[in-house]
């Protein structure tokens, strides 16, 4: 029962360099969601799914892009990565009740240099 | 624009007494709101939700309070424990399908 799986825990790029942050989950929930968190700030929301071949822009969504052809998998790709992205990401599944609340993955912390 | 704010970025609190954590929100079509606690290197944990048509919900040691009027939400722990030293984040929901905007969060240190 491993709920969410999130690749690579740690990674550092370099300025300008491309990677892809890998999220699966095994719920079969429709709904995936992929935010930011910077310190001593909130969860901000990059990009959601609400199922396999959709997906829609979130508060902080320049940067990054997103697919979903399965329920179980959603990529985020960064391309030329900027030290302003930094951060910790987190991914994250829900029911469509949101009083339920997501599930969330153990995190990637990324540093850009 | 913050919409959803925990004005303490910090809260300690000794062993059996009632923790209070409080969080303030700006946008009155908010329709749920969640609270989710934070481990370090761990991913946030759901633990407890309320409905804007409701004013209290409990559920075991955590009792969450909306005052509507004031846009003040509100978690009680009690009794604390030590286990319950985390990072709190207050969270509201608008705009369908589940997209939350977060506090900052506020540290809660639980000391025997």
């Known amino acids: 029962n491993a709920g969410v799986t999130q690749t690579p825990k740690f990674r550092i790029l370099k300025i300008g360099q491309s990677m892809t942050l890998q999220c699966a989950q095994d719920m079969n929930h429709n709904y995936m969601y992929w935010y930011r968190q910077d310190p001593g700030m909130g969860l901000k929301l990059i990009y959601y799914s609400v199922g396999a071949g959709i997906t829609d822009k979130g508060e902080v969504p320049n940067g990054y892009n997103v697919s979903r052809s399965t329920t179980e998998d959603f990529p985020l790709r960064l391309e030329l990565a900027a030290p302003s992205q930094t951060s910790v990401y987190f991914c994250?599944?829900?029911?469509?009740?949101?009083?339920?609340?997501?599930?969330f993955g153990s995190g990637t912390r990324l540093t850009v240099v | 624009d913050q919409q959803v704010k925990q004005n303490s970025p910090s809260l300690s609190v000794q062993e059996g007494r009632i923790s209070i954590l409080n969080c303030d929100y700006t946008?009155?079509?908010?329709?749920?709101f969640l609270w989710y606690k934070k481990y370090p290197a761990e991913g946030p944990t759901f633990l407890i939700s309320?409905?804007?048509?409701?004013d209290k919900n409990e559920d075991g040691r955590f009792t969450v309070f909306l005052n509507k009027s004031a846009k003040h939400l509100s978690l009680h722990i009690v009794p604390s424990q030590p286990g319950d030293s985390a990072v709190y984040f207050c969270?509201?929901?608008?705009?369908?399908?589940?997209?939350?905007?977060f506090g900052a969060g506020t540290r809660l240190a639980v000391h025997p």
């Open positions: 309320i409905s804007s048509i409701k």
């Open positions: 969270a509201a929901s608008v705009g369908g399908y589940n997209k939350l905007i």
């Open positions: 994250a599944s829900s029911y469509r009740e949101v009083n339920y609340g997501y599930t």
């Open positions: 946008n009155s079509m908010f329709d749920y």
